[in-house]
């Protein structure tokens, strides 16, 4: 990664420290550790290629040398912002989402559909560009602070094969061409989580997350854990972040955390 440019992109935000690593097992434990021995708030880690990335519940995720960005983001939560913390995946996707929204497209191309797949993946145009992982730090009964991990792809290289993945993936390269900048991307994330923070209480930021999310509307299926999938219509957020669904019978369901697919018609 181009140390200048990443410099430079990163000079007017208002960040803690910044740790970057050539090559790391995971920049979301090395924040985890910073975290509990007191980094400042927003202190960033971010590195060109992860050997051990880590998805929820211990899966793998895939960060291919040069290829994209992983990066973990220190928050340490105000007492206003404690209430609301099991909406920080949706702070982060929205980031996520808004900042592919505004980059320039590959000349003659349609602008690529840009959505949230509740709880944590980014989708362009249906596939997976990126994936967010929330992990806190506690202090007692408290939350002293909370990681936010990002990985996204930029460059195709970083798109896994098919039978490593559950989910089909994309990059950004793929839909915008070969001439993203990752520091510039990664600028717009941070500078959109640092945007949005202030609001992460009110009902004008749930509106825009369930604008953002994918499949609304639609019949899906949740699987979550060793259970039978929920299924239900996706209808929108609960006020904590959960996901809410109505049955066959209209009864209203609350899915907590789990994996979303469609659900086939077949
Ligand atoms: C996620 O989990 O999507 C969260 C990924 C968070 C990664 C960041 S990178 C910086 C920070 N440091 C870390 O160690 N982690 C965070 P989940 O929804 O459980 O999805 C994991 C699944 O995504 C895997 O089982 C694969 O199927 C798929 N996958 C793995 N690598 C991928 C990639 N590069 N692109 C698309 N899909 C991928």
Redesign the pocket.
């Known amino acids: 990664m181009n140390q200048i440019e990443l410099k430079r992109a990163l000079s007017k935000l208002p960040l803690g420290d910044v740790r970057y690593f050539d090559s790391i097992g ?4 090395e924040a985890l550790a910073w975290a509990a021995s007191g980094a400042k708030d927003l202190s960033l880690v971010i590195a060109d290629e ?1 050997t051990a ?5 211990d ?5 291919p040398k040069g290829t ?1 960005l ?3 983001l220190i928050l340490r939560p105000t007492t206003e912002e404690k209430p609301h913390l099991t909406r920080t995946v949706g702070l982060a996707a929205l980031a996520v989402a808004d900042s592919l929204r505004t980059r320039g497209l590959v000349h003659g191309t349609a602008a690529p559909v840009t959505q949230i797949k509740w709880p ?2 980014v989708l362009l145009n249906g596939r ?1 560009v990126a ?3 929330v992990e806190s730090v506690w202090s007692g009964e408290e939350v002293d602070c909370v990681v936010i ?3 996204m ?1 930029v460059a195709k290289g ?3 094969s098919a039978e ?4 089909p ?1 994309t990059s950004l390269e793929e839909w915008l061409g070969p001439h993203v900048q990752r520091e510039k991307v990664l600028h717009d994330i941070l500078a959109g989580i640092i945007a949005l923070r202030p609001h992460i209480g009110t009902d004008s930021f749930i509106a825009s997350w369930e604008k953002a999310l994918a499949f609304r509307g639609e019949q899906i299926q949740v699987e979550a854990g060793s259970g039978s999938p929920v299924t239900g219509k996706l209808l929108g957020l609960e006020s904590d972040g959960s996901l809410r669904l109505s049955a066959e019978d209209g009864k209203s369901i609350t899915v907590r955390f789990g994996d979303v697919r469609l659900r086939s018609h077949g």
Do not use: C, E, M, Y
């Open positions: 995971s920049t979301n434990n992860q990335g880590r998805g929820r519940l899966r793998k995720w895939f960060t994209a992983a990066f973990s944590n993946d997976k994936g967010i992982l991990g990002i990985g792809n970083a798109v896994p490593l993945l559950q989910f993936a």
